[in-house]
């Protein structure tokens, strides 16, 4: 089985900051990356797909990128409503989504 | 616009077994893989199974490869997922998730299965 590891678990950043969600896959995925958001009570939230393409209606602050260190998740400009739990998922083999990040704006 | 709505989810005996369904409109079905996705209480999500357009090809996560069952009924837009040998660990809420391939691009509000003695 692929294994994801996420990092951080938590973070907390200010209005208007930056901040990236870095998931790592225990082997080569290509690009078959997908990121999610899910607010508390609310069911998760498709927002990039195959590394780097924006979902349809996803805030273009949103953005997804691959690096030699892995697959990164970036919300430029963060905004009060994008608090919340972001889930990576990879789908070369199957499917494994990460253990989360739970995401805080001050 | 997209709906899906499951149903079945219910309190089970260790051991037991537990028929999920998912009803799906707003959309051609058949034209869809689906997923079945879990979230135990505070947890994270855990991807379960999906199947492919056309009864096609179905698989599983390890853990419920050999308890679990996808299928799906085009002609009444339904997924279901039969669960069999039932542990506290299956203790959770189960989406029915429509796919974009393996992009899970709308979610259903999920039920609620526990397992319990």
């Known amino acids: 089985d692929i294994q994801m590891t996420q990092s951080p678990s938590t973070l907390s950043a200010s209005v208007g900051e930056t901040v990236t969600i870095t998931c790592r896959a225990s082997?080569?995925?290509?690009?078959?990356m997908a990121w999610y958001q899910q607010k508390p009570g609310k069911v998760p939230k498709l927002l990039i797909y195959k590394a780097s393409t924006l979902e349809s209606g996803v805030p273009a602050r949103f953005s997804g990128s691959e690096s030699g260190t892995g697959f990164t998740l970036t919300i430029h400009s963060l905004q009060p409503e994008d608090s919340g739990t972001y889930y990576c998922?990879?789908?070369?083999?199957?499917?494994?989504f990460g253990q989360g990040t739970r995401v805080e704006v001050k | 616009e997209v709906q899906l709505v499951e149903s079945g989810g219910d309190l089970v005996h260790p051991g037991g077994s537990l028929r999920l369904s998912c009803v799906a409109s707003?959309?051609?079905?058949?034209?869809?893989?689906m997923h079945w996705v879990r979230q135990a209480p505070g947890k994270g999500l855990v991807w379960l199974s999906r199947i492919e357009t056309a009864g096609g090809k179905a698989d599983y996560v390890d853990s419920v490869r050999g308890r679990f069952t996808v299928s799906r009924d085009d002609a009444k837009a339904t997924l279901s997922l039969q669960m069999d040998s039932l542990t506290a660990e299956d203790t959770a809420i189960y989406y029915c998730?429509?796919?974009?391939?393996?992009?899970?691009?709308?979610w259903g509000q999920g039920t609620l299965v526990t397992v319990s003695s």
């Open positions: 998922q990879q789908y070369l083999r199957s499917s494994t």
């Open positions: 707003g959309f051609d079905f058949s034209r869809h893989w």
């Open positions: 998730v429509r796919g974009r391939g393996w992009a899970l691009d709308n």
């Open positions: 082997q080569d995925i290509s690009n078959w």
